[in-house]
Structure formats: C-alpha cells, structure tokens
C-alpha cells in the first residue's frame, strides 16, 4: 500500500493535544482494496487525533456521496452518506481486556506513525446504509425512474395471487 502514503499520520513528533487531518476520498483510493462496495466517490474525511501520552483517540466524520445501485429500480445514483465513528490507539503490549474491543488498537511502542487507511475504508462501509434507494422527490413520489416503478407494479400485480392463498380463501368464504 506504498500508494497510500498519504493516509499515514507521523504521531512520533505531534505535541499532545488535538490535531485535525482533512481528506479528500475518491474512486483511486478503493482500487487499492479488493472487495470494495464503492468504486466511485467524492468523499471527504475529517480525521481528529486527540494524541495523550499513551493513547490516541481518533475521531472519523465522514461525508459525501458513493455511486450505488438503486434497490427499488435498479439504476445508479449518488447515494449520499455520512458517519462519526471513534477508535482508541494504545501503545504498548496488547492487553487481555482488550481482545475482543473492536474499538481499541494496540501499536508497538517502537512505531512513530500510524496508516488509517484500512480505518478509513472500513469506516465508509459502515456508513453505507442497509438499504439503498434513491431519495423521495418533495412533492412525496419516489425518485426512481417512474417507467420501470410501472413495470415493477405490473410484474407484481400478475404474480400477486399465491396459490395457497387462493385455497384458503375459498374455505374462508365458505
């Protein structure tokens, strides 16, 4: 990852304090990644790194848009995404309470700077929303594309009837 150099923080010669590292995320940085959702983006990362004397909190707030696919019609669009996410950096010898934290990283005490990349990518897929659809219009109908929206009602009203359904019913009414 000698391509992404610039995503590694030098803490070794930072004063303790907070200190602010701005990003700017598109398409190259998710080609050095193999199973990335995202291929294209305009991102943007605000990373703080509140540095103490043997800790680092960093905190990811991460915005803009990601190219998806809609789930309703099918067709691209910019899917807009946001996210805070906080990681703790120890430094020293990995601690048995922390071993299953998710939220806590242990570096040697011999490293001077720390890659976020890998962070940085698993925190936009976490900002990814479950479902992915293209925002409502403001007057209220969907932003999809209205043809294929007429498609999808007719395919599902002619395959609406289930079989075991219609049984049911007729002993219903009966």
Sequence with gaps: MKELREYIIPFLGLKNGVHHFNYEIDTTFFTHFEASLVHESKL????????KERLFILNFDISGTIKAEC?????????????????FVKIGDKREEDENN????WIDEVESS???????????????????????????TAGCDPEILKHI??????????PRWEILNKLNKN
């Design 114 to 140: 720390l890659n976020i990349a890998e962070m940085l990518y698993e925190f936009i897929h976490l900002s990814i929303p479950i479902k992915k659809n293209h925002l409502d219009n403001p007057d209220g």
């Design 102 to 105: 998710e939220e806590v990283i």
């Design 71 to 87: 789930d309703r019609c099918g067709q691209e669009f910019d899917m807009p995404i946001h996210g805070n996410h906080s990681i």
């Design 44 to 51: 943007f990362a605000d990373v703080t790194l509140d540095k």
């Design 153 to 162: 009602g007719e395919h599902q009203e002619a395959n609406n009837i289930d």
